[in-house]
Structures are given as C-alpha cells and as structure tokens.
T-cell receptor, first 114, second 113 residues
Framework: NAGVTQTPKFQVLKTGQSMTLQCAQD?????MYWYRQDPGMGLRLIYY???????DKGEVPNGYNVSRLNKREFSLRLESAAPSQTSVYFC?????????????FGQGTRLTVV | LAKTTQPISMDSYEGQEVNITCSHN???????ITWYQQFPSQGPRFIIQ?????VTNEVASLFIPADRKSSTLSLPRVSLSDTAVYYC??????????????WGLGTSLAVNP
C-alpha cells in the first residue's frame, strides 16, 4: 500500500537548471496538491488539482508549472531554478469529499538550488 | 480565511496526557478544524477533524467549545514517539478540498523520558 510516492527524495540543482518533481498516488483520490515547506514558515500551497484535467494556482505559484497527467499523477516543474526555490516539497492527495479534510502526504523532496 | 494561533512549543513526559490548544477567533460557519502531525523529514499525517463538541478516534480527542473560537487536541498517555510538530488548521470544508487550508508554524511537542 504505497499511498503517495514522490521522486526524487533529494536533488541539487544549479541556478537556471530545470527539473520535474514526480508524484503518484494509488488511492484513487480526485484532489492532489503541491506544497513547499521552508524553515520558520508553515506549508504553503503552490498548485492544486481538484480533478483530472484541472489545475489551479495556490498561494505561491510563481516559478512553477504543474501537470495533472492522469488521476494518479501530478508533476511539478521548475523551468529555471532559483536559490529562493530551495525548500522541501510535499505532494499530497485527498478524496475531496465534502467535509473531509484528510489529505495524505508523500515523504517529500528536499531540493537545494545553488 | 481563518487564522490559527497555537503555542510554539510544549514539553511533556512519557505517560502524561498532553493538551494543545488552538485559537481561531475568526472561524466561519462552514469551517472545520483539522489537526495534523509531522515528524522530522516526513510529510504531515492527518490526526483528527471536527466541527463542534467532541470527536475521538484511536489516536486523539478533539474538544471544540460551543463558540468554536478555540479547539483542544488531547493526546492520552504520550510516548517518546509522539515527539513531533502538531498543526491546527481551519478551513471551509464545503469547498470539497484542502486548497483553502492555511498552515501555521504548529506546536513542537517534545516528550521526555
């Protein structure tokens, strides 16, 4: 029972490089999310997808793009990495039922941009 | 959007009951209260959710007074493995997903032997 799987777990990028963070869930959830977590700050929502084929910006979308490839997969792309994007990134999924706040998180990707 | 206030840190000892209180004075009618737990180097894990009165599951209890301006997460007989950060979130659940939840800094709970 894998839940939410993120790859890679760690990554170091040089400024200006691009990369895609992968996320897959096996719980048949409609909603998927990408968050970043920085020291001294709570989790901040980057993008979310309420269902397959739809994506919307969250609180901090600048510098990121997302793709909801299918119901299982939701990827986050950094087109031109900047040191300010050094963070821990979490993917999450949820059933999106009314009055259901339970989301399942992946293990995170620790990204360093130098 | 409702904001929450909770203590930055708490200390306890094994076997004690721990109560973490969260203030959310601006909670709206449609808002639910949710608590998550996060261990170092892991993603947050859902603990419990409630709207009013008391909710209990196998992990914790959540007490919500009638005015809903605060809530208390109660962890019975904590162990060392309960050392983690606990987040209180308030959000409109009629939106059908978690996009409106705002994450604060949480409460860092340290359980000592």
């Amino acid at each position: 029972n894998a839940g939410v799987t993120q790859t890679p777990k760690f990554q170091v990028l040089k400024t200006g490089q691009s990369m895609t963070l992968q996320c897959a869930q096996d719980m048949n959830h409609n909603s998927m999310y990408w968050y970043r977590q920085d020291p001294g700050m709570g989790l901040r929502l980057i993008y979310y997808s309420a269902s397959e084929g739809t994506t919307d910006k969250g609180e901090v979308p600048n510098g990121y793009n997302v793709s909801r490839l299918n119901k299982r997969e939701f990827s986050l792309r950094l087109e031109s990495a900047a040191p300010s994007q050094t963070s821990v990134y979490f993917c999450a999924s949820g059933s999106a039922g009314i009055r259901n706040t339970e989301a399942f998180f992946g293990q995170g990707t620790r990204l360093t941009v130098v | 959007l409702a904001k929450t206030t909770q203590p930055i840190s708490m200390d306890s000892y094994e076997g004690q009951e721990v109560n973490i209180t969260c203030s959310h004075n601006n909670i709206a009618t449609n808002d639910y209260i949710t608590w998550y737990q996060q261990f170092p180097s892991q993603g947050p894990r859902f603990i419990i959710q409630g709207y009013k009165t008391k909710v209990t599951n196998e992990v914790a209890s959540l007490f919500i007074p009638a005015d809903r301006k605060s809530s208390t997460l109660s962890l019975p007989r904590v162990s060392l493995s309960d050392t983690a950060v606990y987040y209180c979130l308030v959000g409109d659940m009629n939106a059908g997903n978690n996009r409106k939840l705002i994450w604060g800094l949480g409460t860092s709970l340290a359980v000592n032997p």
